[in-house]
Structures are given as structure tokens and as C-alpha cells.
């Protein structure tokens, strides 16, 4: 099966910037999507395929996807970023079809 | 925006079957593809599979034997059902739209907590 490895946890200063990874065989080769979830809430979409922020996310979330990495970066990191952040592909040919990362929780310290 | 919101027991003996149900609202239930996502307590996130509303399913293949999703297109509501649940189905699950063209999942619904407990 296909697997999505994530950190378990990354931290980050107010106002640095962090950077959460998701490695998986060839992940450059497809898209890849990225959600927030803050404690005790849904999984909010904040980039798709790769790069594109959805309405109302800010700028300061990006992303990037190159070989078997997947990165989403979050610029100048806010309390309110504290979170899990998990990536998401899709591949018709994988045993299952949707696939999300391991998760990384992202502290602010 | 499309709205969704789960109901259904927040308990479930096990062998017994989960059934619960997604309601749509502000949105077209034709639209969309409709998931069954869900999360154990402290877990990552698992697809559970979904539907369109031609009726056509997708499941994955670990739960396929004991999943059914299904959509009432009059009730614009959506219904998984699990059978033969054990305490490795406890978790929160949560249903989630994805545009007819689009891979990602663009609204979630708050979620809903089952626990298989005798």
C-alpha cells in the first residue's frame, strides 16, 4: 500500500516560518493536497494541487511538491497556525484510492 | 458553501451495525461526490470510500467487505453503514464533499464520535 510518512511534530517560533514534509514513492508525480485541523474540529483544506490556496486561506501558506517530497511551508507562523496538518493524494491506481498522511502537529512555541 | 452535518448513536454494541447519516444543505447533492472519512481518537485520517449521485461507490478495499454508502437524492442526505463492528471502529467520522473534477476533499462536516463498546 502506499504510504505518506510525515514528522510527528514540528516547532516553530511566532512569526519564523515552518516547514511540514511528506515523503511518499514518487509523490512529485501527483497532487497533492493539504488540510488543518485545529483540536476538536473538521480538517480545513488549505492548499490543493500542490500550490493553490483555496478562498480565504492567507498567503502565507504554501506549498511545494518535487520528487518524493511534498512540502507545505507556513511564513511567518501565528498562535492561531498551532494545528495537525495533514497531506492527501490521489492515485486511481493505488489499492486505495484516497491516501492521507501521518499527520504532523505543528506547536507554536 | 455546502454544509453538512452527521448524526446518528454515539454508541454501538459490537457485531452490531453503524449507521449513520450525512445531511446536506446549500449545495447540490448531484454535484458532488460524497466521503465517509474518519479518525480514531488520537488517530490520523482514513478514507472510508464514497458515492456519487449517479449511485456509482468507491470503497476502500480494508473496510469494502463491511461498508455500504448510499445517497437519498429526495432527503439530500447521505448514509454509511457499517457492519459487524468491533472497538477498532471507534472513531469520529465525518463526511466530506469533493467537486465531480477535483480529488480533495473541500467541506467537511463537524464530525461525529461512535464508540463500540458493549
Known amino acids: 500500500s502506499y504510504v505518506l510518512t510525515q514528522p510527528p511534530s514540528v516547532s516553530v517560533a511566532p512569526g519564523k516560518t515552518a516547514s511540514v514534509t511528506c515523503v511518499g514513492d514518487n509523490i512529485g508525480s501527483k497532487s497533492v493536497y493539504w488540510y488543518q485541523q485545529r483540536p476538536g474540529q473538521a480538517p480545513l483544506l488549505v492548499i490543493y494541487?500542490?500550490?493553490d490556496r483555496p478562498s480565504g486561506i492567507p498567503e502565507r501558506f504554501s506549498g511545494s511538491n518535487s520528487g518524493n517530497t511534498a512540502t507545505l511551508t507556513i511564513s511567518r507562523v501565528e498562535a492561531g497556525d498551532e494545528a495537525d496538518y495533514y497531506c492527501?493524494?490521489?492515485?486511481?491506481?493505488?489499492?486505495?484510492?484516497?491516501?492521507f498522511g501521518t499527520g504532523t502537529k505543528v506547536t507554536v512555541l | 458553501q455546502v454544509q453538512l452535518q452527521e448524526s446518528g448513536p454515539g454508541l454501538v454494541k459490537p457485531s452490531e451495525t453503524l449507521s449513520l447519516f450525512c445531511a446536506v444543505s446549500d449545495g447540490s447533492i448531484r454535484s458532488y461526490y460524497w466521503n465517509w472519512i474518519r479518525q480514531p481518537p488520537g488517530g490520523g485520517l482514513e478514507w472510508i470510500g464514497n458515492v456519487f449521485y449517479s449511485g456509482s461507490t468507491s470503497y476502500n478495499p480494508s473496510l469494502k467487505s463491511r461498508v455500504t454508502i448510499s445517497l437519498d437524492t429526495s432527503k439530500n442526505q447521505v448514509s454509511l453503514q457499517l457492519t459487524s463492528v468491533t472497538a477498532a471502529d471507534t472513531a469520529v467520522y465525518f463526511c466530506?464533499?469533493?467537486?465531480?473534477?477535483?480529488?480533495?476533499?473541500?467541506?467537511w462536516g463537524q464530525g461525529t464520535l461512535v464508540t463500540v463498546s458493549s
Open positions: 494541487y500542490d500550490s
Open positions: 466530506a464533499s469533493q467537486e465531480g473534477v477535483s480529488y480533495y476533499f473541500d467541506n
Open positions: 492527501q493524494v490521489w492515485d486511481s491506481r493505488l489499492d486505495v484510492a484516497y491516501v
